[in-house]
């Protein structure tokens, strides 16, 4: 038994919240509290940061993205008191608090579920944050609207309580009804994808099911069809049947061979299916027809809603990371122009919905929007960049401060790129960036240089999901983070088939010269 499996068997995380009590009121030194209840914190959304010792990063659970103006405000109003007014925007429609202290930590969850907003397993071997189109309800070609359904799925995983919250690892869930794939569903364990079958001589509209999508790891892969039809009232006892399933029988040896998709691999799709049915007492439905038609689009700029008159307007934020000042002024803005309600992207964006057309003008002339572009140009639309060193410890480089850096010198430089060309960065093998799906990735890494060791990536290409899905291929190792520009030019003269630079020729060889750390 692995060490984080004897820390379970021994007490389960949601028993730690006394003991975090305790620990707070005391403010017990770091150096005191025992690793395994540092890792039961966890359970609550709360990590301690070793790079920046005594400090904690506070995870938030926002299903499907949708956030009150109230909860935004206070978001903005604990960041400001307590976490030094610094927000990142999560892949998984989620938010995080940073710098936080331990005795600071009970009253930032009461402040937060006070509002409605809660931390509860939002790490560790937990069923994490519920994503789903934010456009549900507002998208004027989606198949019906899935909000009530990410609802429903919260409410039942947090009913369940400590009957799902040991499972061998994490799992990843996406639900939603629209034709745009918005939560990226086969990245997940378990995508709830819009589809349509025959039932007794009536056309259903339901969802397939696709199981096993993981990028992070030495073996990331894809989610595959379960071959499974789902009626919206199916959705969630089919939900809980998987993860019991998954839970009851999932490897546990080694934890990097313990998600969703290992259990496939020893399986395969058929007997999961029939361990799911055997579960619910009843067979399911095969799959029916795929009713998606392509890969989501970021979601920015100004579009009408499926209600008459109204608009959404989708705000780029930059590499995901906002202030307190931008979280109060979006909540304003939502209040002012909409009706206070503001959503989160899986591309670390926001959306504002229900802008009536007559207040267009004046939403667009907001100060806020100089910074939260509506439209920023290409080489940043798509720009994703998880925490990085600066706050991650697994983290090998900052990817934040480089992702910026270099879509602020592609910018300059005036070099154009395809709309929705996605350029992701993920800071190490986790994958939290999405890299592998990106049509440039960039991977963190470590090399030396004499004496020294530098940041460096590995540069992957290629990747995309959709009909002709496919993960990124690697194409080069150990580029020095200063190069990344040159290189990224590069990458994107040899996507518009024009001439690649003598000088770039001879850094792309002189890259895989280097020697990398580890």
Known sequence: MNKFEAMKAEKDGLDIWPALLEYAAADTPVEEI???????????????????????????????????????????????????????????????LRDLRL???????????GVGLTTRQTGMDNVRNFIGCPLAGIDGLELFDSTPLVQALTEAHRAAGKSLSNLPR???????????????????DIGFVPATAEFDGRRLAGFNVLVGGALGGTSPRLATPLD??????????????LVEVFRDNGPREVRTRARLKWLIAEWGEERLRAEVEARLGFSLMRAGVDERLRVAGDHLGIHP??????????????????????????????????????????DQSVVVPHVADAALSGFLGEPLLARLRPNPPAVWRNLVACTGNDYCHFSLIDTKTHAFNLATELERKGIQVPKGTRIHVSGCVHACGKHHIGDIGLQGANIRLGDRVEEAVTVYAGGRLGEDARLAAK????????????????????????????????????????????
């Open 103 to 113: 005795p600071d930590i009970p009253a930032v969850i009461m402040r937060l579920e």
């Open 305 to 346: 809603q499926r209600q008459p008159g109204l608009n959404y307007i989708g705000l780029h934020v930059p590499v995901g990371r906002a202030t307190a000042d931008d979280l109060e002024e979006l909540a304003r803005l939502a209040d002012v122009y909409g009706r206070g309600e503001v959503r989160l992207t899986v």
């Open 228 to 241: 499974v039809f789902l009626r919206p009232g199916e959705v969630v006892p089919f939900f809980i049947a």
């Open 34 to 96: 025992g690793e395994d209840d540092l890792h039961r914190m966890k359970w609550f959304g709360v990590f301690h940061r070793p790079q920046r010792p005594g400090t904690f990063m506070m995870r938030l659970r926002v299903p499907g993205g949708v956030l009150t103006s109230r909860q935004l405000a206070t978001v903005a109003e604990v960041a400001r008191a307590y976490g030094h007014d610094t927000i990142d925007l999560t892949t998984r429609q989620g938010l995080q």
């Open 170 to 188: 994490k799992l990843n869930v996406s639900v939603a009804g629209c034709r745009d794939d918005c939560g990226h569903a086969q990245t997940q």
């Open 475 to 518: 194409v080069l190792d150990n580029v020095h983070v200063a190069d990344l520009p040159v290189l990224v030019e590069a990458l994107v003269r040899q996507r518009f088939q024009q001439t690649v630079p003598l000088s770039v020729m001879r850094l792309l060889e002189h890259t895989n010269t280097l020697e990398p750390v580890g």
